[in-house]
């Protein structure tokens, strides 16, 4: 008898061929919008998670005053200097590396071309706590570090647009008035967790910065790489209460720097990402809802347009539910259908996007099927009142009916 | 559901059976007591002129609708104090209509017209298949199972319709002026065909007609005339 109704669900879908598909076209948009929403979302989450574990899950960033991003406050907060290095790289066991920063945008200038890249002076440490290798020439050596020697490592992006097809290894950039060596080049890492290119990277000793670029002793920033097995959350600790000691901030004041670890950019990251996720799936589940009663719509056209065939088959002796379950499953095959096509085109779209926006494509399996069963659920939801009037008409109206 | 009635009781017995459509001032009183037996076997034709009751009656003793007051009596069992489903299933088991208008799934095969009461008895795929064919054949139509109703003329359909009716075996065939539609050749054709499945199955016909050529073919007439018989003649039968 069910296999009996599905193949009648079927002809009679068949017989309607334009009709079922404008039908089901509100629940393949749907099933697909949503599918295609979360699986980029996902795609998404992947790729920040993939590009913050490429800067290390060990590292912490500390940076003079409170605030991260637009609109950081770092106005009234003072530097550091390199002793505050040094004294964590001395007095925190958990520490593998320090690496002093500070930068500086300038333009870059090799023959005819020219680049505006920020330099970052620092010293070995800084390739080590970035999880840098070179693809090609050597890091810096300690009297280029001490006397702050015009040498430089450039990262692929600035190879690229001021070598070309040229090997930079012993070629001589003009930074500003000063002729700086190439002595080293970065394999590329690509695209940050916050868009930006890290391979547009130029990096000198820290004293070749500090003398001929920015003129003073600041430093900017810290990038501090934990040992491995220790705790990241411990070591933060001791990173805060060292630097409060050692730019003394009394124990009521607040701390003019801030200290960010790696898992915590992945969490505000992909927190951010998934409130876009979540937003975008309820819009795409609100035009499931739409779809839904498109087949109300259609399937109380349906009833209407077959109230002499539902008459005929009560008069044969059809029971109340016998009548009601074709009409039900008339309508969870049409919306199924719905989610079927909706699910491969939305594996089709969800392809293609990720590939445009170069996040990588999950297959999510559980949001695939959540999706099918909810536009089955939507098929038994929207079909059962047209359903049960079918079912309830007298069958001697339903034979009279023209 | 299955109680055959004791013998000496007939087959279908109406008690005083009256019906009522609407209510208070608009109220239509349809039948004002009717009483009828119908033995197993007979052949009924059923006349009158249209509002006498006469369809009313046909709907009430083909278990569709309901007395109002009354009793109806069907195998014995009192056919008023069961439910739609209960009425459904003595449909399915014991009865067959066959209409005016042919009523004829449109865009569906004879055949598959004739399997559908197979399909609620819940008869096998080859069950049905052979049981639908054998129908056909025995009104005639051997060998047209695949075309549409569409495809045929009002007097095949009618008997893919008689098909349909006869495929369960029923005890009871109603007939609501099975030839009201058709032309007078074609209407004498059926009223053999009615009359055969009468005679040689032993199915009793109950049949509504307006026409007294037609009516000639039953052995019993009965006329009704405002919500009553007027008359219950027996006459020796054509057929």
Redesign the interface.
Known sequence: ?LW?TLLLALRSIR?NLMRSFLTILGIVIGVAAVITMVTLGNGATQAIADQVASLGSNLLIVRPGQRLGPGSDTAGAPNFRLADAEAIAEQISAVQAVAPTVSRGVTVVYGARNWSTPITGSTNAWFQTGKWTLASGRPFNEAEERGGKAVCVIGETVRRELFGEQSPVGQNLRVKNFSCEVIGLLVSKGQSAFGSDQDDVVVMPLRTVQRRLTGTQDITGLRISVREGASIDQAKKQVVLLLRERRGITPNEDDNFSVLDTRQITETLSGTTRVMTTLLGAVAAVSLLVGGIGIMNIMLVSVTERT??I????????????VLLQFLIEAVVLSSLGGLVGILLATGASIGLAQLMKVPYIFNLGINLLAFLFSAAIGVIFGFFPARRAARLD??EA?RHE | MTATPPPGEPLIALRGVTKTYGQGQAAFQALRGVDLSIEAGEFVAIMGPSGSGKSTTMNIMGCLDVPSGGSYLFRNIPVERLDRNQRALLRRHYLGFVFQGFNLLARTSAQENVELPLLYRGESAASRHALAREALASVGLAGVGHHTPAELSGGQQQRVAIARAIVTRPAVLLADEPTGNLDTHTSREIMELLTGLNRDRGITVLMVTHEPEMAAYAHRVIHFRDGRVASDERNGGTG
């Open positions: 008898m009996n017989r002499r065939e008459g005929i088959r009560l008069a044969i002796g059809a029971l109340e539910r016998e069958p001697i034979l």
